[in-house]
Structures are given as C-alpha cells and as structure tokens.
Antibody, heavy 122, light 107 residues
C-alpha cells in the first residue's frame, strides 16, 4: 500500500522559511515523479511543484519560482520542499502526491498524503 | 497558463440520480485530463485519468468522456458516499492546473 506522510508545517511569520518533508513507502520511490500541491483554506487545489524520478527536471508554478525549491532523496524515499520568503498567500494545506509515471508531464496524481498545514501570519 | 473551468459550481442531487459535471480547457490538452474527488478534511482521490480511464478500485458508476477541450464526468447512479467536491485537472502543460471544483450535495 502506498503511503505518503507529510511533515514540517506550522505557523511562520511572513518572510520566514520552512522545509516540508514527505516520507514515502509502499512503492519503488525512485521510479516515480513526485509533486507538491496546496489548498488554501476553503479554496480549490493548486499544483505547486514537481520533480522527475531522477531529479533531472523540476517545475514550479510562477507564484513560487525563486522562493520554493523541490528536491528528493531516493536513497531515503523522501521528498522535500524548501520554502523561503513566505507570504500570507502561501497559507494552505500542502499535499505530497505521487505521479503515476516517472515524468511530471502527462501523468495524473494517483496517491496523495494527508497534508500538512502551513500558516504564514504575524 | 491553461485555464480550466467547470460547470456547475455546485449541484444538489438525490441518491440514485445521474449526475454530469462538465470541464472545459482554454486550449488543447490532448486527452491529458483527470478527475479527482475530495471529501471535507480529506486528501483528493484520483477517479479518472486520460479522459476516460477508470483508476483502479474506483466504482464503475464513475465515467469520463469528451474530446478536445470539452470533457465530462458522469456518475450513473449517485450513492451516499459520492457527496463530495469534484475537480478536473490537466496534466498536459505546466503549470498543471485544476478547475475550481463542483460541489455535489444532498437534495
């Protein structure tokens, strides 16, 4: 059974930094692209970033480019998101999601974690 | 960016009803259209991928159809556990955008 467990969320002041982590199990982590998505309170879903299975390529939504960095450690079966210069509009539940293939393009998100809440507020 | 729209934004239906949700993309997405179900406080769940392929374990009352930029999710006979919000999503061009969601509640 695929399991994805996010951690690292919390309350942070504007301009601060957080590092999210996602521990994966139940599948061959190194064979699949991974993604971060978010959902602001009461709002819809937004894809934030994706990384291919071998970390060869990374992708970001424009609103986080230059502030967020996605990475992965295939030896530890972990996905990360370093979030810098956080803004109030980054407040959301952040989900880790597995793609159904090795690339970020074309493949749907077939497994999701339970999410971790990031609140950016002074 | 590719804009995804959905209609209706919400609907009320009864158990046993046939429900249809429409999704429209602002440009061609070449069959890379997926549907997700989300219940309150829970993570989304993949229902349909590549327009019409049923994800493993998803009941056959869910189906997807359409072509080009106009896609449809149909629930043939609504069950109590189907009351949720449904999102379409394109996986063709980054950023991989979602529709605003359609909330299905009990009439």
């Amino acid at each position: 059974e695929v399991q994805l467990l996010e951690s690292g969320g919390g309350l942070i002041q504007p301009g601060g930094s957080l590092r999210l982590s996602c521990a994966a199990s139940g599948f061959t982590f190194s064979s699949y692209a991974m993604n971060w998505l978010r959902q602001a309170p009461g709002k819809g879903l937004e894809w934030v970033s994706g990384i291919t299975s071998t970390s060869g390529n990374t992708y970001y939504v424009d609103s986080v480019k230059g502030r967020f960095t996605i990475s992965r450690d295939n030896s530890e079966n972990r996905l990360y998101m370093q979030m810098n210069s956080l803004r109030a509009e980054d407040t959301a539940v952040y989900y880790c999601a597995k793609a159904s293939g090795s690339g970020t393009y074309y493949f749907p998100f077939d497994s999701w974690g339970q999410g971790t809440l990031v609140t950016v507020s002074s | 960016d590719i804009q995804m729209t959905q209609s209706p934004s919400s609907l009320s239906a009864s158990v046993g009803d046939r429900v249809t949700i429409t999704c429209r993309a602002s440009q061609s997405i070449s069959s890379h259209l997926n549907w997700y179900q989300q219940k309150p406080g829970k993570a989304p769940k993949l229902l349909i991928y590549a327009v019409s392929s049923l994800q493993s374990g998803v009941p056959s009352r869910f189906s997807g159809s359409g072509s080009g930029t106009d896609l449809t999710l149909t629930i043939s006979s609504l069950q109590p556990e189907d009351f949720a919000t449904y999102y379409c999503q394109q996986s063709y061009i980054s950023p991989f955008t979602f529709g605003p969601g359609t909330k299905v509640d009990i009439k």
